[in-house]
């Protein structure tokens, strides 16, 4: 359904329309310059530099490290690892950010304001700090297990972290906030009008969610999955602190092959493929939807 | 079921949002094919009331019936009604054939070529044969509209429930629009609750007029009759300009009456609604009715003096102030030789021109 818009006249022209050449201030000529040295010195440099030392060892220019990143089945076990992780945390984080978005988005700007504030708040801790509370609660004498245990519904301690439930609910719970923001400000512009429009004309609130609500806000949740997953894909404290031996997942590697081996090429070279893998993924979702598709307007 | 039952009885109904906002005591009849116009200032109720025939606010009391079956308690999704909504509420993410089809897909009363015929011919209807594939936002307002009535009506329902529809457009598209909502009614022999807050359109639309005003029906009747028998001063000037005058029953037999003005002079006319002798009253007489008589002459109900003229093409419209009481008064006549402004005129009306209101 999606896959079948048109282009929007309004897209087509903002391709087409340059603004008029004209000489810039000061001011303007500083912070351009400005922003373009800093994408330069802390973006295109070190990027660059990485790719370079993915095609070097010491023997000079190669694809070795290509060659042995992708034929050893440890790098590749790494990679499925950190996919299939990834991809488990960000459909159980939209499964459970799509309905709170949805309920946020209807109240009114006071209670948005409200409820916004706990979303966020949990940004405003650092990561660690947030990732060893959960340990707390998490672990063999942690809250959750003396609960069920006192409660009776466990004979003993579950083991809730160092394994691949724990990478998991570290990661649901570092990325939902994102997911929720993202979706709720597509949920945000749908017009409720619309269902009840669609329940005058005979439909059941189950089939008018299905048919209005849910194509209008997928947009919406589909940037979310990209964006959790991508995040998910390269995150490194949260597996590192709650996950396991068997739970290494690809950050986790390139730190530990620059730390250990100094082995700069091949950390480079999973780097590169890491990198080539989100962004396939990422121009995948724009050829279907268009992310500029967000930003249109669904009155 | 037989065509002389009612489209449509809401009986008493009341949906309270505070202590003062929201209906109450509304009830209403439309006979089949009938186009009832709910008019009203904004925050009269006349949404509240709109949306509780369409089932979606829910009522403290009353009931409703559709073709004499009791919906009160049932859904939207079954009371068979077509429902346009202020912003035409149209779905953004299909074009306006799949607009205009998502009715009879979700009831699955037609399929396909049936399905896609019904689509054709509301599409030749509403003029929007060329523009089918396009997205609603492709649209102009006028367009818009269209497709939010073809997608109200393609389900034939038994009654059409239209909430200010024109009230995005501008004048001249709103008066093309008045027509075409007019014709397309006439055709499908649709009958119509609409509400609207401009009383040209309300009159020029209407088989019934019902005007709201806090929560409550003012009044209901045919355009005619409720501009020229007004009930209540509030109706008198809602539905237009209005010369009202301080009055006491002098004397009544049956239906006619005799009263006093508080310029002194008596006048006789017919009232159905009940006064008693000495009771406070007014008297209402529409500009159009009232005639200019020189100052001094018999037969003059009132003296008021001139504080302007325009001219309208096709009449002239003197303002000016009642001497007695200071009140505002206007006349709209086509007569040519008028005095001229600060002249102290009379002014006068058949007997049959002039209502008695209440007080309050
Ligand atoms: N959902 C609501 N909650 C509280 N008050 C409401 C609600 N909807 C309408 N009202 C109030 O009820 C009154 C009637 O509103 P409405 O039916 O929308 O009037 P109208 O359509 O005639 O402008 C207004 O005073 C309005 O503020
Ligand atoms: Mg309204």
Not at chain 1, 43 to 61: E, M, Y
Not at chain 1, 71 to 88: A, H, M
Not at chain 2, 68 to 95: C, E, I
């Amino acid at each position: 359904m999606v896959s079948t818009q048109t282009v929007p006249v309004e897209h087509m022209t903002a391709v087409t329309v340059r603004p008029k050449k004209r000489r810039l201030s000061w001011t303007q000529r500083f912070s351009l310059w400005g922003s373009l040295g800093y994408l330069a010195a802390f973006f295109v440099i070190p990027v660059g530099a990485l790719v370079l030392n993915s095609f070097q060892t010491v023997d000079g220019w190669t694809l070795t490290n290509y060659a042995q990143v992708l034929s050893d089945g440890y790098y590749l076990g790494i990679f499925w690892e950190t996919v299939r992780i990834g991809f488990i945390s960000t459909t159980i984080t939209i499964l459970l950010s799509y309905p709170v978005a949805a309920f946020i988005s209807r109240l009114s700007n006071r209670g948005v304001a409200l409820v916004m504030v706990f979303v966020i708040l949990p940004y405003f801790t650092n990561t660690v700090v947030r990732t060893f509370a959960w340990i707390v609660i998490l672990g063999r004498e942690g809250a959750l297990n003396s609960f069920l245990i006192a409660a009776g519904i466990i004979p003993e301690p579950l083991q809730m972290l160092y394994n691949e439930l724990g990478v998991m609910v570290g990661l649901v719970y570092v990325f939902l906030p994102l997911a929720i923001l993202i979706q709720f400000a597509v949920m945000r512009g749908i017009d409720t009008n619309l269902l009840r429009a669609a329940e005058t004309m005979g439909a059941s609130k189950v089939r008018a969610f299905f048919k209005v609500y849910l194509p209008l806000s997928l947009p919406g949740t589909i940037a979310a999955a990209l964006l959790v997953f991508i995040e998910c894909v390269g995150a490194y404290i949260t597996p590192a602190l709650m996950g396991g031996q068997g739970n290494t997942m690809v950050a986790q590697i390139i730190e530990r092959q620059v730390r250990m081996g100094l082995d700069f090429g091949t950390a480079a070279a999973v780097v590169v493929i890491l990198g080539v893998v989100v962004s396939g993924i990422y121009v995948l979702y724009d050829r279907i939807t268009g992310m500029t598709k967000l930003f249109e307007d669904n009155s | 079921m037989s065509s002389a039952q009612p489209a449509l009885e809401v009986e008493s109904i009341r949906k309270m949002y505070t202590e003062h906002d929201g209906v109450r005591e509304v009830s209403l009849q439309l006979a089949q094919g009938e186009f009832l116009t709910l008019l009203g200032p904004s925050g009269s109720g006349k949404t509240t009331a709109l949306m509780a025939v369409a089932g979606l606010t829910d009522l403290d009391s009353g009931s409703i019936r559709v073709s004499g079956k009791d919906v009160t308690k049932l859904p939207p999704s079954q009371r068979d009604l077509g429902v346009t909504f202020q912003n035409y509420a149209l779905f953004p993410h299909l074009s306006v054939r799949e607009n205009l089809a998502f009715p009879l897909k979700t009831q699955k009363k037609v399929k396909g070529r049936a399905l896609s015929q019904k689509v054709d011919s509301m599409l030749d209807l509403i003029g929007l044969g060329h523009a089918a594939e396009r997205r609603p936002k492709e649209l102009s307002g006028g367009q818009q509209q269209r497709v939010a009535l073809g997608r109200a009506l393609i389900y034939e329902p038994d009654l059409l429930l239209m909430d200010e529809p024109l009230g995005a457009l501008d004048r001249n598209l709103r008066e093309q629009m008045q027509r075409e909502i007019k014709r397309i009614q006439r055709e499908l022999k649709a009958t119509v609750l609409y509400v609207t807050h401009d009383r040209d359109e309300a009159m020029s639309m209407s088989d019934q007029v019902c005007i709201m005003n806090a929560g409550r029906i003012a009044q209901i009747d045919p355009p005619q009759k409720i501009y020229h028998e007004p009930n209540s001063e509030f109706v008198a000037r809602f539905l237009g300009d209005a010369n009202i005058f301080g009055a006491r029953v002098k004397s009544k037999n049956a239906d006619d009456y005799v009263v006093e003005l508080t310029s002194g002079a008596a006048t006789g006319l017919t009232s159905h609604r009940t006064f008693s002798e000495g009771d406070d009253v007014r008297i209402m007489c529409r500009p159009e009715r009232t005639e200019i008589v020189p100052a001094g002459e018999e037969g003059a109900y009132v003296r008021a003096r001139i504080e302007h003229i325009s001219y309208y093409g096709n009449c002239f419209r003197v303002n000016g102030e009642c001497l007695d009481t200071g009140a505002s008064v206007i006349v709209e006549t086509q007569q040519h030789s008028l005095p001229e402004i600060g002249a102290t005129i009379g002014l006068r009306w058949a007997e049959e021109s002039a209502v008695l209101l209440g007080e309050g």
